[in-house]
């Protein structure tokens, strides 16, 4: 599956913004769909999962209660409402495909191209 975010832009705290990720083909609801981010000069981590039919979510501690993950398999879609954003929610985004709801990046084998979010004070 080929995977496209978009949806990132910058944005004062205490903002909300809602990123998207296009999949290409007819398989989309098949994956687990996750989000990732990478901050400047840091490793890549785990931001939120959704399963294939979306009744299961997993988030990372960070975000919980501020983000949340959804999906529109009709559409091939899956997207991630942001809210009371904070400067340290800045990075890159990145979308990606997998067979379970999980945090570690090698369980996702696709990826899409990432979209950046900054977050200004």
């Known amino acids: 599956v080929q995977l496209q975010a978009s949806g990132g832009g910058s944005v004062q705290a205490g903002g909300s913004l809602r990123l998207s990720c296009a999949a290409s083909g007819r398989t989309f609801r098949s994956y687990v769909m996750g989000w990732f981010r990478q901050a400047p000069g840091k490793e890549r981590v785990f931001v939120a999962a959704?399963?294939?039919?979306?009744?299961?979510?997993l988030y990372a501690d960070s975000v919980k209660d501020r983000f949340t993950i959804s999906r529109d398999n009709a559409k091939n879609a899956v997207y991630l409402q942001m809210n009371s954003l904070k400067p340290e929610d800045t990075a890159v985004y990145f979308c990606?495909?997998?067979?379970?709801?999980?945090?570690?990046?090698?369980?996702?084998?696709?990826w899409g191209q990432g979209t950046l979010v900054t977050v200004s004070s």
């Open positions: 990606a495909a997998g067979e379970f709801v999980e945090v570690e990046e090698y369980e996702y084998e696709s």
């Open positions: 959704i399963s294939r039919s979306g009744g299961r979510k």
